[in-house]
């Protein structure tokens, strides 16, 4: 099966500017996942929606982070205005709706903020 | 909130060695999972644990979880260069079949040939 698309892999921007991040999970995994990774640090995890609903953004910096994720499938993350401290890995997760299976991470956005 | 804790935060090891990561979380947890990610990659899962004092294997991977389902342990017999890698545990709490997922910061591999 393909695996969590994303894109794109690398982004440069000035603190200030904005970003988006996209992704698109495995086919039929209804829940899809946000997670920062800062270096050497391990992933937390921004916002899980669950189809196109959310379930969890309690960790959401939502005065400078949304996201969103129309129609149940793909999902875009946006950061305006960004600051230095964004400078992360963004990575997206999927999984199944059974517990058993863990989750599937895409190759991941590396943002740095200058 | 929950919080995981994994040590060491780094391990050298000489190839051949053997390698052992702990992780602890302050609250219990309803199953547990380990992820490894390789330098410049992403996380793969690796393993799920859910029953108190569950013991899996994988090849020369050996996975624990502990009693009090509060800590579990993934051990390597003779390692590989091939093991190189951060290892992470990541608790998800008791309740909801949708509880978070909380990942430990995460211990270095790094094996000498």
């Known amino acids: 099966e393909a695996g969590v698309a994303q894109s794109p892999r690398y982004k440069i921007i000035e603190k200030r500017q904005s970003v988006a991040f996209w992704c698109n999970p495995i086919s039929g995994h209804a829940t899809l996942y946000w997670y920062q990774q800062i270096l050497g640090q391990g992933p937390k995890l921004l916002i899980q929606f669950q189809n196109n609903g959310v379930v969890d953004d309690s960790q959401l910096p939502k005065d400078r982070f949304s996201a969103e994720r129309l129609k149940g499938v793909d999902s875009t993350l946006k950061i305006q205005p960004a600051k230095l401290e964004d400078s992360a890995v963004y990575l997206c997760a999927s999984s199944s709706s059974r517990q058993s299976y863990g989750y599937t991470f895409g190759s991941g956005t590396r943002l740095t903020v200058v | 909130g929950q919080q995981v804790m994994q040590i060491p935060q780094y391990q050298h090891v000489q190839e051949g060695e053997d390698f052992t990561t702990y992780c602890n979380s302050s609250t219990t947890l309803s199953n547990i999972q380990w992820y490894k990610q390789r330098p410049g990659g992403h996380p793969v899962f690796l393993i799920q644990?859910?029953?108190?004092?569950e013991v899996k294997k994988q090849k020369r991977l050996t996975f624990q979880f502990g009693e009090a389902k509060k800590n579990s342990s993934l051990h390597i017999t003779a390692t590989q260069t091939t093991d190189v890698g951060t290892y992470f545990c990541a608790g998800r709490g008791g309740g909801t079949s949708y509880g978070k997922l909380t990942f430990g910061q995460g211990t270095i591999l790094t094996v000498h040939p």
């Open positions: 644990l859910v029953k108190s004092g």
